[in-house]
């Protein structure tokens, strides 16, 4: 009896109005995090504007095809085709060196190491080189491939790229695989499937659009990076001749075109860098896609 009537005096203090006092703390609070959301997309949405606002005006079929014109030329086509191919291609050199690295130390980390001291110390070492800056990570492929080939190339830029992918992929790979409910692999063992078996053919295939999201989203940092690549790949205004051959890269053309005194190169530089945006935003778009395919699934 005791307890009908507390519950039924509960639910009508659930159902009651708030005071004045509380309503109009709420409203200003939820006015106060309106306003301070407002202030924080700002800067985010004036430099897409800024970026549409000049980039589009250049924008057309011929900056896809043709190669950076001369300084000084106007009456020649002037393009980006080879900066967008030398990124594509170097984010693809990355993607090879690290993705499988990557995903197998997460899984390691996630299904076979644990909590063993071996792990720990692989999990505190890669948090490490997540957070290391872009230019140690040229600096380091610098030393390993450029000194070694004597030269700046496709392939000592892959390597400084991998390098800052490859912690990303393992951390999200691990996350991915410890969001798997722990009642599928003991489904999995009770059907008499070894570890490997569960590992492989149940939990990875579980965390698939998880650990696709964290490599689309490790693509996607890649593709924007330019100190790195300013050490590794250095630049051209050549087609890339070759895996071993300085070739240039959408940041780096950037960079270079956005200190140009030729008005050109600096309207280039705009449509590059509204490309640039448009890949990242669409590798992004893709990140969430798997990741809601990922929700739905589960």
């Known amino acids: 009896m005791a307890k009908s009537l507390l519950d ?3 639910e009508t203090e659930l159902h009651q109005p708030l005071g004045v006092g509380r309503t109009l703390f709420s409203w200003g609070m939820t006015g106060i995090a309106f306003i301070l959301t407002g202030m924080a997309l700002l800067p985010l949405c004036s430099i897409l504007l800024e970026i549409l606002r000049q980039g589009i005006p250049n924008l057309g079929w011929e900056v896809f095809v043709s ?3 001369p300084q000084g030329m106007t009456d020649v086509p002037n393009g980006f085709a080879n900066a967008l191919l030398g990124t594509i291609l170097m984010v693809g050199i990355a993607s090879l060196l690290s993705v499988p690295f990557g995903v197998m130390t997460g899984i390691f980390l996630s299904e076979f190491g644990k909590t063993s001291t071996i792990a720990s110390g692989i999990r505190f070492i890669t948090v490490i080189l997540n957070s290391v800056p872009s230019i140690i990570a040229g600096v380091f492929a610098y030393a390993i491939v450029v000194i070694t080939t004597h030269q700046f190339s496709a392939v000592a830029g892959g390597f400084a790229l991998a390098v800052l992918m490859l ?3 393992a951390l999200t790979t691990e996350e991915a695989l410890k969001l798997v409910p722990t009642s599928m ?3 999995s063992a009770s ?3 070894n570890s490997f078996q569960t590992t492989f053919r149940i939990v990875v295939a579980s965390a698939l659009p998880g650990i696709t999201t964290g490599l689309l989203l490790a693509v996607a940092r890649a593709a924007g990076e330019t100190a790195p690549l300013l050490l590794t ?3 051209s205004q050549k087609w890339p001749d070759g895996l071993f051959s300085p070739t240039a890269s959408m940041s780096v053309l950037i960079y270079n075109y ?6 050109e190169q600096i309207q280039l530089a705009w449509t590059a860098s509204l490309v640039l945006v448009g890949m990242v935003c669409i590798t992004s778009i893709l990140s969430r896609l798997f990741a809601r395919k990922r929700s739905l699934v589960r």
């Open 233 to 235: 790949a250095l630049s």
């Open 191 to 193: 059907l008499g499937g």
């Open 258 to 263: 956005a200190n140009s005194p030729y008005p």
């Open 8 to 10: 039924k005096s509960l």
């Open 185 to 187: 692999r003991l489904a």
């Open 167 to 169: 912690p990303m992929v």
């Open 67 to 69: 190669l950076p014109a």
